[in-house]
C-alpha cells in the first residue's frame, strides 16, 4: 500500500541514482487539519501528518546530508523539522532548518479577497486556472508567472550553496506552489496531472553534465536556466 510522500521518495531516490549530488526538493507539508472558522494558515498538523513527515524522513537515503526550509507557516515549519527528525533518527545527517518567507504565500495579496474569488471560481483548481490566465485581480494576487519565477529563483540559490555531498534540501511550501510551479515551469495542469497531495513535490538538481533540471513526482521534467 503506497503512502503519501511515495511518490516523492521513489523520486529522490532516481534522481540521485542517476548521479545528482546536490538536490532541492519543493513539497507541500504533510496531513493538516480543516477546521472551520479558523485561519487556514493557522490549520495545524494533524497527528497522522506528523507520523508521515517523520516517516518521510526515516524513508531518505541514509547517505544524504539533509538541509531543511519552509514556509513560515507553522505546519510546514513542523514538517520540515519532522522530516529532519526522522532523517537524523534513523542514522542520517542533518544540518537545520529555518522558515523562509520566499516559501510562503507571498504572491497572495489579500487572503479574504483571494478566498472570496475562489468561492466565485467555485474551487481552488479553477481559480488558480484563472490565475495563471490573468484574470485574478491584481491587488488579489501577485501574477503568476512573476511568482513562479521568484520562487524558482529561491530554489536556485539553494542549489548554489552546497554544503556537503550528497545533499537534499527539503523546502515545504503549500499546494499552491507546488500547482504554480507544476503549471507554469513544467506544464502539469491539475485537471490532467491530478491535485497536489500532501507531501508531493518537485526537484531541483544538477545533472552530470551540469545541466540544471525541474523534475515532478509525475514524471514530467524541463531543463531551467538559473535566473
Known amino acids: 500500500m503506497r503512502l503519501l510522500g511515495d511518490d516523492t521518495l521513489a523520486m529522490v531516490d532516481e534522481v540521485f541514482a542517476a548521479g545528482a549530488r546536490h538536490a532541492v526538493l519543493l513539497m507541500r507539508h504533510s496531513a493538516r487539519e480543516f477546521v472551520p472558522g479558523r485561519h487556514d494558515l493557522l490549520n495545524p498538523l494533524t497527528d497522522e501528518g506528523r507520523a508521515l513527515a517523520e516517516r518521510f524522513g526515516r524513508a531518505l537515503g541514509k547517505s544524504l546530508i539533509v538541509r531543511g526550509y519552509s514556509s513560515p507557516a507553522e505546519r510546514c515549519v513542523e514538517t520540515a523539522q519532522l522530516v529532519l527528525k526522522g532523517h537524523e533518527g534513523g542514522g542520517g545527517a542533518v ?54 519565477r521568484l520562487v524558482i529563483g529561491v530554489l536556485h540559490e539553494k542549489l548554489r550553496q552546497p554544503v556537503g555531498s550528497p545533499q537534499l534540501d527539503v523546502c515545504v511550501s503549500h499546494d499552491m506552489t507546488v500547482y504554480l510551479m507544476r503549471d507554469r515551469l513544467l506544464g502539469e495542469q491539475a485537471a490532467e496531472h491530478g491535485e497536489v497531495r500532501f507531501l508531493d513535490g518537485l526537484m531541483l538538481y544538477q545533472d552530470a553534465r551540469g545541466e540544471t533540471w525541474l523534475r515532478s513526482a509525475r514524471g514530467s521534467s524541463a531543463r531551467v536556466e538559473p535566473g
Do not use: C, N
Open 95 to 148: 544540518t537545520r532548518h529555518r522558515p523562509v518567507e520566499g516559501l510562503g504565500v507571498f504572491y497572495v495579496l489579500d487572503q479574504m479577497k483571494m478566498f472570496r474569488t475562489m468561492h466565485a471560481a467555485e474551487g481552488q483548481v479553477p481559480f488558480l486556472e484563472s490565475w495563471y490566465a490573468g484574470r485574478v485581480p491584481v491587488d488579489v494576487m501577485i501574477p503568476a508567472a512573476a511568482a513562479a
